[in-house]
């Protein structure tokens, strides 16, 4: 979907996620859905944000609110495939910035792929800094990652 520029599997991946996850015991809806922010950079260069893609789509289907204002990513960052765990993490330090005030206490924060997880954990602590109480974080895939 990211790399290919094949948007339209955003649906078909979403549609999956909802299915797996309608079976889960403990399975609890936020308030909101809030996409992984992407830096304008790089969002001009591949041209869609897939986090965005697959959140429009949860909001339709889940008819909860979409957020994709509040959370941005303040600094560019370098693309993170290839890095160790240690330089993922400094990659995305300081990264991410609540532009505008986030309303709900609940969100579900959504990412295409977590590999070390750096990404989402820097982006929740700032979630929370700002009065976010409980971050989900919707993930579609994990590849394996072995670099320490």
């Known amino acids: 979907m990211k790399y290919q520029k094949k948007i339209h599997y955003a649906d078909i991946i979403a549609k999956l996620f909802i299915d797996k996850s309608s079976h889960l015991k403990d399975f609890q809806l936020p308030q909101v859905f809030i996409p992984m922010p992407m830096h304008t950079k790089r969002l001009r ?15 339709t289907h889940y008819h909860l609110p979409l957020n994709y204002n509040s959370l941005i990513r ?3 960052t ?3 495939a290839g890095m160790t765990a240690i330089a993922r993490q400094k990659n995305v330090r300081q990264a991410f910035l609540v ?6 206490e609940h969100i579900a924060l959504i990412d295409d792929v977590m590999t070390t997880g750096s990404t989402v ?3 929740s602590k700032i979630l929370k800094l700002n009065g976010v109480k409980q971050v989900d974080v919707w993930i ?3 590849p394996e990652f072995n670099k320490s």
């Not at 869609?48 to 959140?55: D, I, P, V, Y």
């Not at 532009?99 to 709900?104: A, S």
């Open 45 to 59: 260069q591949r041209g869609f944000n897939q986090a965005l893609e697959l959140s429009r789509y949860f909001s």
């Open 99 to 104: 532009k505008k005030p986030i309303l709900h």
């Open 121 to 123: 954990n820097e982006a």
């Open 78 to 80: 370098e693309l993170q």
């Open 74 to 76: 303040s600094r560019y």
């Open 140 to 142: 579609m895939a994990r």
